[in-house]
T-cell receptor, first 113, second 115 residues
Framework: QQQVKQSPQSLIVQKGGIPIINCAYE??????FPWYQQFPGKGPALLIA?????SEKKEGRFTISFNKSAKQFSLHIMDSQPGDSATYFC????????????FGKGTKLSVIP | DAGITQSPRHKVTETGTPVTLRCHQT?????MYWYRQDPGHGLRLIHY???????DKGEVSDGYSVSRSKTEDFLLTLESATSSQTSVYFC??????????????FGEGSRLTVL
């Protein structure tokens, strides 16, 4: 059972465009929603995270939008650059005793110059 | 970079042989995790540890065992490797648990090929 569904699987945008990656979750106990960025040959690294008490969080060119009623959250990258080309994973965790992050399947983003 | 070292970084082995992957951290974080990454499946949790000698199963634990005898080391063992265990294995650590930030710091991965 996949608890975090991520789309699209891959995405190609031109430099300056605004790629949007979407995730949906099922478990209403989730209360922490991070995004991880992974470059080829490297481990994932935390990019930005949000908790459900806010609907939006911005860090530089990266924004998370969160819709608690729809159980959806998304990542927007403003003014995308070729250096943003990477695989992006959404994730979720929460609930009493939960030590685990459940990841989406990932989105491979390519930003074309 | 977080002080996480995975070894070996690359390994080729044959079906039926035992394999042990090692994760060593210098951060003194309490929580350690083993994930596998496969195309089309993302990152899936194999086992995790919330303290010395305290471990639990993740989503895809069949065929794997773990041990943690010291805070800094978390071992992943494939008792009898199969071709379906060909994957990239990532170790991760975190400072906080359920009430912490939840941020995971990942190692650089161990690529395992089972022929």
């Amino acid at each position: 059972q996949q608890q975090v569904k991520q789309s699209p699987q891959s995405l190609i945008v031109q430099k300056g465009g605004i790629p949007i990656i979407n995730c949906a979750y099922e478990n209403t106990a989730f209360d922490y929603f991070p995004w991880y960025q992974q470059f080829p040959g490297k481990g994932p690294a935390l990019l930005i995270a949000i908790r459900p008490d806010v609907s939006e969080k911005k860090e530089g060119r990266f924004t998370i939008s969160f819709n608690k009623s729809a159980k959806q959250f998304s990542l927007h990258i403003m003014d995308s650059q070729p250096g943003d080309s990477a695989t992006y994973f959404c994730a979720a965790s929460g609930g009493a005793g939960s030590y685990q992050l459940t990841f989406g399947k990932g989105t491979k983003l390519s930003v074309i110059p | 970079d977080a002080g996480i070292t995975q070894s070996p970084r690359h390994k080729v082995t044959e079906t039926g042989t035992p394999v042990t992957l090692r994760c060593h951290q210098t951060e003194n974080h309490r929580y350690m995790y083993w994930y596998r990454q496969d195309p089309g499946h993302g990152l899936r949790l194999i086992h995790y540890s919330y303290g010395v000698k305290d471990t639990d199963k993740g989503e895809v634990s069949d065929g794997y065992s773990v041990s943690r005898s010291k805070t800094e080391d978390f071992l992943l063992t494939l008792e009898s490797a199969t071709s379906s265990q060909t994957s990239v294995y990532f170790c991760a650590i975190s400072y906080g648990g359920p009430r912490g930030t939840g941020e995971l710091f990942f190692g650089e991965g161990s690529r395992l090929t089972v022929l």
